[in-house]
């Protein structure tokens, strides 16, 4: 059966230094990957989108990647700080259909 | 744009009563998703439109839930007869869906938190 995980339940890191949250998936062919910020008493909100033939995607302090063949998704936040910790979502975009299939989410604390 | 918006925001009601929560997506968005969000399950596909007509329903849990979208601008989700299980936040979900898929990210709303008592 199809699985995405993410590297851990809580994140917690230091003001400044880069954050990385990990997404794994099995038994999928994802078209796109998505990745999601999502605050208390919040729906999710679109971060960034990478393709499945593409390996890195950029955004100001935000940084993806897609292995394919490792079947991972690495999202990288660079010089982080307070106002970034929120829970992190990635979302497996198929090829045919809107079945978006998210992950259990990544909560991160950017300590000061 | 108000973006999609959803009522109630918090629900509380008994078991076997009837619930239903209601969405309007984001003018010109020709999808719409509802999802349920628990802490043991994470966020759960219940059922999406396009175009107002419902295409996959194979998250919906049972037969006691029904959704429904009369048209573009409204949508609405039923639980009969609501149970303790069913307690969750549930979001509705919008998106514009075309030839283009990078278009197709989703935009939601702040969510119904329900409690069945």
């Known amino acids: 059966s199809q699985k995405i995980e993410q590297n851990s339940e809580a994140l917690n890191i230091q003001e400044g230094k880069t954050a990385t949250l990990t997404c794994n998936y099995t038994n999928y062919s994802p078209a796109y990957l998505q990745w999601y910020r999502q605050d208390p008493g919040r729906g999710p909100v679109f971060l960034l989108l990478i393709r499945e033939n593409e390996k890195e995607k950029r955004k100001e302090r935000l940084k993806v990647t897609f292995d394919t063949t490792l079947k991972q998704s690495l999202f990288h936040i660079t010089a982080s700080q307070p106002a970034d910790s929120a829970t992190y979502l990635c979302?497996?975009?198929?090829?045919?259909?809107?079945?978006?299939?998210f992950g259990p989410g990544t909560r991160l604390s950017v300590l000061p | 744009d108000a973006g999609v918006i959803q009522s109630p925001r918090h629900e509380v009601t008994e078991m076997g009563q009837e619930v239903t929560l209601r969405c309007k997506p984001i003018s010109g968005h020709n999808s719409l998703f509802w999802y349920r969000q628990t802490m043991m399950r994470g966020l759960e596909l219940l059922i999406y439109f396009n175009n107002n007509v419902p295409i996959d329903d194979s998250g919906m849990p049972e037969d006691r839930f029904s959704a429904k979208m009369p048209n573009a601008s409204f949508s609405t989700l039923k639980i009969q007869p609501s149970e303790p299980r069913d307690s969750a936040v549930y979001f509705c979900?919008?998106?514009?869906?075309?030839?283009?898929?990078?278009?197709?990210?989703?935009?939601f709303g702040s969510g119904t938190q329900l409690s069945v008592l």
């Open positions: 979302a497996l975009v198929p090829f045919y259909g809107q079945n978006f299939v």
């Open positions: 979900a919008s998106s514009l869906s075309g030839w283009d898929r990078e278009d197709e990210k989703l935009f």
